[in-house]
Structures are given as structure tokens and as C-alpha cells.
């Protein structure tokens, strides 16, 4: 079965440089979400999108910013790195139309950052 | 204090033992609880989900969740070395709303 497809896998950046991470949810699934999960931490909820649409916003800094595009993938789009943004960033999707009613979030693999 | 609290451990329990991991929550508006394993290096992956109290069984897995103590919890019956993992708690208000994660724990079977 199709999953969660993140790329980059590894990413190694500069500070104050810039970079870009792209989703691509389970085919059919509505809402896509970000999640940052930093060494030892629990994942932390960054921003949703819900049919292109933002749905919710967690602590996302104001440096980052994020969108969903007619193929329903997802970008998020940070400027001005610094080193505390060193982190895995998840993204993950769900269907609200689950016929379970769960509308469980399907993770993928992750796109590990890491700022110099 | 958060609102998902969860003993980050590390645990390690000899192969075969029952295994208990819990979250304890502070928002009584949590209705859909779930439990997510996480091998190193990779992303969260579901394994159990309960809406609102009781008890679901799957497997070698049980979950439980107790509303009135706002407390929830995962057992993992006859436990083997690739149980090996961080478990991270995991629940949600609406069907809709973002999940609020709990630390993870880390869970290691020995062989």
C-alpha cells in the first residue's frame, strides 16, 4: 500500500540558509500534517492543512510557513535556519472520510534536518 | 505542565514479560487516544486506537483507557526483542483536531 513519501530523507544546512521539505500524502487523503520532533523529544504539532486550505497552527515559527497545492502534496518552506531548527520533521495525512471514523494519522518516514 | 504526561523511561523488560506503558492527561476533552510505536529513525507508526473508555485487544496488545481518571494505558503481552522501541501516547478532542503527543517511552526486551 501507498505511504507517506517525504523528501528529502537528510538534509544538511548553513545558518540562516533556507530550506524546503515536501509531502506526499497517501493517495485520496484530505489533510496533511506537520509534525517537529527534536533529538529525545515527542513530536510537536507545526501546522495542518485540510483540502488546500490551512486547518490549524500549532508552534510553527514565524520563519516557516507551509502550503498545500492542488495535488494535495505539501511544502514547508524554512528561511533564516538557525540551530534549534535541527530536527526530524514528519509529515503525516488523513482522511476524513475514513469509513472507520478514525480519521487516523498515517506518518512517513521523516526528513531529518540538520543546521550548521 | 503538559497535557499529555509520559515516564520517558528507558524500560527494559527480559523477553516474555508483560508490559505496561501510561500516559496520564490533563484535558478532560480528549475522546480519541492512541498509541504509536516508533522504531529509530523512523516516523510513528499507529498501533492501537480507542475512542473514549474501555478496553480494545489486538493481538499481544491491549489498550486501556479510564476517562474519569484521565489516564490510559498499553500492555504488551509475551513481549518480544523486536517490541523493541520508543511507544509514544498520542490523543486528540475531535476526530479533526491535531494529536497532542506524549514523550514516548523507551522500551527495551531483552533477550
Known amino acids: 500500500a501507498a505511504g507517506v513519501i517525504q523528501s528529502p530523507r537528510h538534509l544538511i544546512k548553513e545558518k540562516r540558509e533556507t530550506a524546503t521539505l515536501k509531502c506526499y500524502p497517501i493517495?485520496?487523503?484530505?489533510?496533511v500534517y506537520w509534525y517537529q520532533q527534536g533529538p529525545g523529544q515527542d513530536p510537536q504539532f507545526l501546522i495542518s492543512?485540510?483540502?488546500?486550505?490551512?486547518?490549524d497552527k500549532g508552534s510553527i515559527p514565524d520563519r516557516f510557513s507551509a502550503q498545500q497545492f492542488s495535488d494535495y502534496h505539501s511544502e514547508l518552506n524554512m528561511s533564516s535556519l538557525e540551530l534549534g531548527d535541527s530536527a526530524l520533521y514528519f509529515c503525516a495525512s488523513s482522511s476524513g472520510t475514513d469509513p472507520s471514523g478514525a480519521n487516523v494519522l498515517t506518518f512517513g518516514a521523516g526528513s531529518r534536518l540538520t543546521v550548521l | 505542565q503538559k497535557e499529555v504526561e509520559q515516564d520517558p523511561g528507558p524500560l527494559s523488560v527480559p523477553e516474555g514479560a508483560i508490559v505496561s506503558l501510561n500516559c496520564t492527561y490533563s484535558?478532560?476533552?480528549?475522546?480519541?487516544f492512541m498509541w504509536y510505536r516508533q522504531y529509530s529513525r523512523k516516523g510513528p507508526e499507529l498501533l492501537m486506537y480507542t475512542y473514549s473508555s474501555g478496553n480494545k485487544e489486538d493481538g499481544r496488545f491491549t489498550a486501556q483507557v479510564d476517562k474519569s481518571s484521565k489516564y490510559i494505558s498499553l500492555f504488551i503481552r509475551d513481549s518480544q526483542p523486536s517490541d523493541s522501541a520508543t511507544y509514544l501516547c498520542a490523543m486528540r478532542a475531535n476526530r479533526d483536531d491535531k494529536i497532542i503527543f506524549g514523550k514516548g517511552t523507551r522500551l527495551h526486551i531483552l533477550p
Open positions: 484535558n478532560s476533552a480528549f475522546q480519541y
Open positions: 493517495p485520496r487523503h484530505d489533510t
Open positions: 492543512f485540510y483540502e488546500k486550505m490551512q486547518s
